[in-house]
């Protein structure tokens, strides 16, 4: 695995990287390979940007509200955030979940501005729905999380980041956190580890209504103080790869319970399928809140997330098997896809024939 890491690196895809594997709790695996500046090796406890693979924290928060009935899977988005309209007014907490919510992709993202949070939950809220909820499915990188995090909020009365800290993370003993206060991050210096861009691009439409990729160097943004700072539930967890890998241990009973064993199960059960994705242009399963089809031959029950062109977390049941990378390169999309899926081969690989009847063909 590091070998396969430090080759990825050499052609430039990353600078560093942490790994962390682990099977029935016991950890095989705990490295970083690479420097986050010159002369500067980067360590297994520097705090990386998770990107969406902290998505799934935000998902079981919910879920520990809805196993205590505080709320329900299919409650309307409405019932919790004021001025939710413009034919949303349908749209419920499980469509957002599988993001089938039917508002738009990235109309409202403000994640890249320093904007209030309540000035943007506002403007999503009035944004037009772009479908019915429930009819079309295109996955929603930011608003629908930040959705999400106002519902707890609502219901709970602690903010995300909040409750995330002593709800999902004190549990734990994770130090990671939804977002790093400026304060934390001059205490921290080198320990934060900066993401770089490694030829990310992104998609344009054009004015004939075709699609163009482009540069995007959101490092430009991402790596500013505020934006650290931001606690978007989304897209700013940061941490180190060992504190995901301890949150889906804990998901698979080998570690400090967060919800019911049964709960993990449908939360990683498909909830929708057979609907093409207006983002990825293909159909594609989803679980609540995680992926449950994911490249480079997992297991055929594995769940978990991955971050934008960077970073992947999941865990496989069947094997009682947790893996984590977080890279700070944002590669191109299909050279980051393929990233992953070799790395997630390579997991597979080294634990041998036991591994092989649980996984999908690569």
């Known amino acids: 695995m590091l070998e396969l890491l430090e080759r990825q690196r050499v052609d430039d895809l990353h600078d560093c990287a942490q790994v962390y594997v682990s099977l029935a709790g016991e950890t095989l695996l705990d490295a970083a390979i690479g420097e986050t500046r010159p002369g500067r090796a980067l360590r297994t406890d520097d705090v990386m940007l998770w990107y969406s693979s902290g998505k799934p924290l935000t998902t079981v928060a919910v879920l520990q509200l809805w196993e205590q009935g505080r709320l329900g899977l299919d409650d309307r988005i409405a019932q919790y955030v004021d001025g939710w309209a413009n034919g949303k007014e349908a749209c419920t907490i499980r469509q957002v979940l599988i993001h089938t919510g039917g ?31 429930g009819t079309k499915a295109g996955y929603h990188p930011v608003t629908g999380w930040k959705v999400l995090g106002a519902v707890v909020e609502a219901v709970d009365g602690r903010p ?155 865990a496989d049941p069947d094997l009682g098997l947790v893996a984590v990378v977080v890279c700070n390169g944002l590669a191109n999309p299909i050279a980051a896809e393929q990233r992953l899926a070799d790395i997630t081969d390579t997991v597979y690989c080294t634990l041998g024939e036991p591994a092989a009847r649980f996984r999908r063909p690569r």
């Open 103 to 133: 508002f738009p992709m990235y109309g409202s993202n403000d994640f890249d501005t320093d904007l209030d949070s309540a000035e943007v939950l506002a403007r999503i809220a009035a944004t037009p729905a772009a479908w019915e909820p």
């Open 160 to 314: 995300i980041e909040t409750y995330l800290r002593d709800e999902i993370l004190a549990p734990l003993g994770a130090s990671s956190s939804l977002g790093v206060s400026r304060e934390r991050q001059l205490e921290l210096g080198d320990a934060l580890v900066p993401v770089a861009w490694k030829g990310h691009r992104f998609p344009v439409v054009e004015d004939d209504g075709g699609l163009r990729m482009v540069p995007y160097r959101i490092d430009k943004v991402h790596n500013e103080p505020w934006h650290v700072a931001k606690a978007e539930p989304g897209a700013a967890m940061r941490g180190p790869a060992r504190d995901l890998g301890t949150f889906y241990e804990a998901l698979l009973g080998f570690g400090p319970p967060l919800i019911e064993t049964r709960t993990v199960e449908v939360m990683g059960a498909v909830h929708r399928h057979d609907l093409q994705d207006a983002v990825f242009g293909f159909a594609t399963p989803w679980g609540l809140g995680v992926t449950v089809d994911l490249s480079g031959g997992a297991g055929r029950r594995a769940f978990g997330h991955g971050g934008m062109a960077s970073s992947r977390g999941f």
